[in-house]
Nanobody, 114 residues
Framework: QVQLVESGGGLVQPGGSLRLSCLASGFTFSDYSMIWYRQAPGKGRELVAFISSSIGSIRYADFVKGRFTISRDNAKNTVYLQMNSLKPEDTAVYYC???????WGKGTLVTVSS
């Protein structure tokens, strides 16, 4: 069955960095575009970054442009989110999702605070 396991979250000070990972299984990872979403406390889920299956297309939400980088390793069935210059407003649970697959993992919590 489909599984997405996010990891790499934690507590970081403003201006710091984290690298999130999402290990996928149960489907042909290289065939699917992948998306990182986040959900802040008391808010709805929002798209953070998108990467196509062939890595030919990458998109970012305006609020992370220049700070976050999405990447993937199809040999490892893993998608990454490198987050730099973190701000308190980046505090959220971060989820990865495969486009066109209706499955959500448990997410990983990122807390940006001094």
């Amino acid at each position: 069955q489909v599984q997405l396991v996010e990891s790499g979250g934690g507590l970081v000070q403003p201006g710091g960095s984290l690298r999130l990972s999402c290990l996928a299984s149960g489907f042909t990872f290289s065939d699917y575009s992948m998306i990182w979403y986040r959900q802040a406390p008391g808010k709805g889920r929002e798209l953070v970054a998108f990467i196509s299956s062939s890595i030919g297309s990458i998109r970012y939400a305006d609020f992370v442009k220049g700070r976050f980088t999405i990447s993937r390793d199809n040999a490892k069935n893993t998608v990454y989110l490198q987050m730099n210059s973190l701000k308190p407003e980046d505090t959220a649970v971060y989820y990865c999702k495969a486009l066109r697959i209706d499955y959500w993992g448990k997410g990983t919590l990122v807390t940006v605070s001094s």
